[in-house]
């Protein structure tokens, strides 16, 4: 799965979190939920895709945190990067060789993949619309009375 549907999750987790540990512990299992949903991977084309979705995640991460109100920032920001540390093997493996985690969680990771290289329309679908979700999420509180 795309790095940019794992921000966009965890933001909105940590919007709904009681704090920030629920909320990296939260986006952590998130992580896992999603990467267990039919999603888009095509390990030909991984690198072409990811360098840009890295990218993009990162600036989506900074956006979202940026129409954040200051009262829930720490949180979105732990959901955040909870939704998206496991992924931290990859980039890990590409620039010193090994990952952070033990093997046997990286190849439980593996395990649970349902990629298909024909669904990277639907991955993008899905990290458009959960951005512009996120954002609204975000900007209001729990009875849709904006708030920023
Ligand atoms: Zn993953």
Redesign the pocket.
């Known amino acids: 799965?795309i790095i940019t549907n794992h921000v966009w999750t965890g933001a909105v987790i940590g919007a709904v979190a009681p704090g920030p540990v629920s909320a990296l512990a939260a986006g952590v299992a998130s992580?896992f939920a999603l990467?267990r949903t039919p999603h888009w991977g095509d390990d030909s084309i991984f690198l072409q895709v990811a360098v840009p979705d890295g990218l993009v995640g990162l600036t989506a991460m900074g956006l979202l945190a940026r129409v954040t109100p200051a009262h829930r920032r720490a949180r979105v920001l732990a959901g955040m990067l909870g939704a998206c540390l496991?992924?931290a093997d990859k980039p890990s493996n590409l620039f010193f060789g090994r990952s952070p985690f033990p093997a046997a969680l990286d190849e439980w990771?593996v395990s649970i993949q349902r990629e298909d290289a024909g669904r990277l329309p639907q991955e993008l679908l899905v990290a458009t619309v959960g951005l512009l979700a996120a954002r609204w999420v975000l900007r209001h509180d729990r009875a849709g009375r904006r708030i920023r």
């Open positions: 799965m992580h990467d496991p992924d990771h």
